[in-house]
């Protein structure tokens, strides 16, 4: 059975996160995307826990579903999810202040009251949906396989500056150098949205190491924005084994951004609106030339820093991967119009409605398929997208990257002709 995973998702009980991220409106949304399995998120706020065993029934293989009172549409094709969460681990290791963000996959939910029940005496639980503990992230390891060693670990987002393992801030320069004795437990990383395989591929101490896309949604309608494709039974035990095996006949892909328009992909000052390269960054010596304090050191960066490969290796054992744009992106562009926009919501739920979901139309039909319905704006916009026709400025310091998928001539044709 083929399906599409997003792992790393947040609740409404997380800082900055939408009212709206409950499961309800999570699966509502997966949907809409053709996402099958979801990581719940935020398993460790109590509040939002409980909701969770109010909401969710037992597969007895790991996975959960909706019951049926809090389906908001019996119609809709029946979205699983796995209990997840995310932990922010702040303390001090090697010399330095170390802040450290660490996925953690539970197979029950017996298991997540006994994970509770220790960080509970760790930390305080109900401050966000993703706690912060003071303790070292190695520990953490421990706690939780202590727990169960059923559970999966995942260093999260794992080369963002601020909260990763190899963060140019306040990170490691390996795995082993931040869990040490725990390493063992460490078998897969997620890459962040600054980053994509390719990039990772570049250091060779990562080659055993699987690699994991997810969309870290604060809002519903980011779900998905990165995820994973498998082929095969859908249980906790057989999904987490095929992550860490990197069995190919089984985790089939990844679904990712354009790294360059994460957030933090180049480096820059975002309040001095300054953004470069690596090399740029190496010839004014890190240091910012309207302020004098240091740059944010982005991702491209430190991958450069730590890689030993040139640009354009592959593995052997490598997963494959697609470069995405969401669809409701590619939509906003087309219309001119902006992303949060009625119009284009509009759009987007006309465009599903008929074809069934975004990722159906984004990497399955033919573009002969889908222009008996689709705007032939919004069809080339697809068409540049798979063919990777466009203009990228990079993302640095906290501020997402800019893609353009049409020229401004292209632009200005769309608002004195209309899109249809």
Known sequence: MKFIADFHVHSKYSRATSKDMDVENMARWANLKGVSLLGTGDFTHPFYFAELKQKLQPLGNGLFTLKKEFKKNNSQSEIYFMLTTEVSNMFQQGGGSRRIHTMIFAPSFGIVEKINEELSQLGKLSSDGRPIFGFPAKELVEIITDVSDECFIVPAH?????????????????????????????SCIETGLS?????NWRWSKLDKIALISNSDAHSPNRIGREANVFDGEMSFKEIVKAIRTKDKNKFLSTIEF?????????????????????????????????CGRKLTIGVMNRVEALSDRLEGFVPDNAIPYKHLIPLIEIIAEALNQGVETKG????????????????????DLSLEELEKSTPPKILEGIKKVREGD??????????????QIFGEKEKEETKQLGLF
């Open 344 to 363: 284009v919501e509009n759009e987007y739920l006309r465009l599903v409605s008929i074809f069934g979901t975004e990722y159906r139309i984004l990497l």
């Open 195 to 199: 980053s994509d395989p390719q990039m």
């Open 158 to 186: 794992a080369w963002t500056p601020w909260f990763s393992v190899f963060g140019a801030n306040s990170g490691f320069d390996s795995i082993e150098e931040c869990f040490e004795e725990q390493t063992k437990h460490i």
């Open 390 to 403: 466009l203009s990228i400025i990079p993302g640095y310091d906290g501020v997402y990257g800019k893609i």
């Open 258 to 290: 354009f790294p360059e328009e994460g957030k933090y992909h180049y480096d820059g000052h975002r309040s001095c609106d300054i953004l470069f390269s690596p090399t740029e960054s190496r010839k004014n010596k890190n240091i910012c030339p309207v």
